[in-house]
């Protein structure tokens, strides 16, 4: 591949073939994609290039050769991913990481997890749905100028909502199974009548389920000011096509996990819990999932290395927890 055809893949934009990075300093990232690619119909990493498909080109030293090497080792099987490097007139290069797809040997797995390329979008549709009609029939209609309103942000989605919760109902109430008030009834009969509604007071519990099911955070529900606000934690800068299914599934030992954790624990102990004796499995496959995800913390945070640092279950892995499949009444 010389520099014109590079121009002409990367004007294609990301896609279920194609996945951009900036710098080799995404490189673990770039391999679980390589990794989907390998499990799937095959694609490019390219590093080196912006969202938008600027070619910006980065320093590629010995130490950075000796990285990529030592990364590609994280492959079981041994994969076969062909690298080509591209001189820019800066002198900089960019990295193109070639992976054919669909082998006898599927599947591959990167530092001890599968990876595939899912068609999804960034939130699932009934789950924006629900709660862009909870804050339309649960609105404060007193606020004078107050509204409803969705922003977009590169790495989240808001939903706002003239007026505070009801009275007795607060943000934490919402990720569990909690009284309906209804602040709108003839509104909210509406909503029932056409079909928008299901069961009152089920909305929050049912969208959460379904982050669940498409394996993304759980939504965020907050009080600011004299509004209500939804948040969907997603990085709105990705295309869905390229959105890879990375995220920790409620499993036996990822629930075995989040129950034990409700008390701090450390990693030992929890390694030993799903009976687990390989220590760079256990950490790359659930504890940093897990972290990632926010459904444990470390209790020192500021000093993750720490003898004394143990882990325990958040909120948000007791919402995973009372409201995994198959556990929702």
């Known amino acids: 591949m010389n520099l014109s055809a590079l121009e002409r893949l990367v004007s294609m934009g990301e896609g279920p073939q194609l996945e951009l990075k900036r710098s080799t300093g995404e490189l673990r990232e770039g391999l679980q994609t390589a990794c989907a690619f390998l499990n799937g119909d095959g694609g490019n990493v390219v590093f080196g290039v912006k969202p938008d498909g600027t070619l910006i080109g980065q320093e590629v030293s010995d130490q950075t050769l000796r990285d990529i090497?030592?990364?590609?080792?994280?492959?079981?099987?041994?994969?076969?991913?062909?690298?080509?490097?591209?001189?820019?007139?800066?002198?900089?290069?960019?990295?193109?990481?070639?992976?054919?797809?669909?082998?006898?040997?599927v599947p591959f797995t990167f530092e001890g997890r599968?990876?595939?390329?899912?068609?999804r979008p960034l939130i699932p549709p009934d789950a924006l749905r629900e709660i862009l009609v909870n804050a339309l029939i649960h609105r404060d209609y007193t606020i004078a100028g107050g509204a409803v309103s969705l922003a977009i942000f590169d790495d989240r989605v808001e939903v706002w909502s003239a007026g505070r919760l009801p009275l007795g109902i607060t943000p934490a109430d919402l990720c569990r199974e909690h009284?309906?008030?209804?602040?709108?009834?003839?509104?909210?009969?509406?909503?029932?009548?056409?079909?928008?509604?299901?069961?009152?007071?089920?909305?929050?519990?049912?969208?959460?389920?379904?982050?669940?099911?498409?394996?993304?955070?759980?939504?965020?529900f907050q009080?600011?000011?004299?509004?209500?606000?939804?948040?969907?934690?997603?990085?709105?800068?990705?295309?869905?096509?390229?959105?890879p299914q990375v995220t920790p599934q409620v499993t036996p030992q990822v629930v075995a996990l989040l129950e034990a954790a409700q008390q701090p624990y450390s990693r030992e102990g929890l390694q030993r819990i799903i009976g687990l004796k390989d220590r760079m499995h256990f950490q790359k496959a659930y504890?940093?999932?897990?972290?990632?995800?926010?459904?444990?913390?470390?209790?020192?945070?500021?000093?993750?290395?720490?003898?004394?640092?143990r882990y325990r279950t958040t909120a948000a892995g007791m919402a995973a927890l009372q409201n995994r499949p198959g556990e929702i009444s």
């Open 179 to 220: 009284d309906s008030i209804q602040r709108n009834p003839i509104i909210a009969e509406v909503f029932y009548r056409a079909g928008l509604i299901e069961k009152w007071g089920r909305g929050t519990n049912r969208v959460i389920a379904q982050c669940l099911d498409a394996g993304i955070a759980l939504p965020e």
């Open 69 to 105: 090497s030592q990364a590609l080792d994280g492959f079981e099987p041994p994969a076969r991913i062909a690298i080509k490097r591209i001189q820019l007139e800066s002198r900089r290069e960019i990295l193109i990481f070639h992976v054919e797809g669909m082998s006898d040997t």
């Open 114 to 119: 599968a990876y595939e390329r899912v068609d």
């Open 223 to 243: 009080e600011i000011a004299s509004s209500t606000v939804v948040i969907f934690r997603v990085r709105v800068g990705l295309t869905p096509q390229v959105t």
């Open 287 to 309: 504890l940093e999932p897990l972290l990632t995800m926010g459904w444990i913390e470390m209790t020192i945070p500021d000093k993750p290395r720490s003898r004394l640092q």
